[in-house]
T-cell receptor, first 117, second 118 residues
């Protein structure tokens, strides 16, 4: 069965510092990978996704992620964190369907990001 | 365009009761998925509907059921509520595009319904 592991429950960084959030997946076939962000009391917003092609994916809000098949990882990065980036971040993998419809997401447990001014 | 809407925002029920949660997808989207997010955990897949047919079901008991209407809105029903059903219930909508077996679709999430079972 597919699974997603986010090793860090809580990370604190200073504003302006760089950020890397870790994500490891377990999935036998080609993984389709996502990063979502959730602010308190809000739903999930898609930051970026990887389906195929270039392993370095650019997303919204200055985030990027790199897919490394050999390490089964899809880490999220940002060169300079802003106070507004404080939120919870979820990595997810999609199980695709052979027919029309969509896919179901399997999420990690999330990493809470705190930003020190 | 309006995003995914869910109602109600908050709900308090007692054990053994029944609850119905509603979701309206983004206009033009035909796929609706439901997820349960328990406090401190990531969302867990419950159901997916596409063109009013069930396309996927997660590992949830039969107390959970759902349906999709001709206008693509959806309801999630939970019977015989347990304390453990307390969670944020998220709805996600998408166009339902699958290109050469690659899910090119993007799922957009609503703000969720916070269910508290006492």
């Amino acid at each position: 069965a597919q699974s997603v592991t986010q090793p860090d429950i809580h990370i604190t960084v200073s504003e302006g510092a760089s950020l890397e959030l870790r994500c490891n997946y377990s999935y036998g076939a080609t993984p389709y990978l996502f990063w979502y962000v959730q602010s308190p009391g809000q739903g999930l917003q898609l930051l970026l996704k990887y389906f195929s092609g270039d392993t370095l994916v650019q997303g919204i809000k200055g985030f990027e992620a790199e897919f490394k098949r050999s390490q089964s990882s899809f880490n999220l990065r940002k060169p300079s964190v802003h106070w507004s980036d404080a939120a919870e971040y979820f990595c997810a993998v999609a199980l695709s369907y052979s027919g029309a419809g969509s896919y179901q997401l399997t999420f990690g447990k999330g990493t809470k990001l705190s930003v020190i001014p | 365009d309006a995003g995914v809407t869910q109602s109600p925002t908050h709900l308090i029920k007692t054990r053994g009761q029944h609850v119905t949660l509603r979701c309206s997808p983004i206009s033009g989207h035909k796929s609706v998925s439901w997820y349960q997010q328990v406090l401190g955990q990531g969302p867990q897949f419950i159901f997916q509907y596409y063109e009013k047919e069930e396309r996927g079901r997660g590992n949830f008991p039969d107390r959970f059921s759902a349906r999709q209407f001709p206008n693509y809105s959806s309801e999630l029903n939970v019977n015989a509520l347990l304390l453990g059903d307390s969670a944020l219930y998220l709805c996600a909508s998408g166009r339902g595009e699958v290109l050469a077996y690659v899910p090119t679709d993007t799922q957009y999430f609503g703000p969720g319904t916070r269910l508290t079972v006492l």
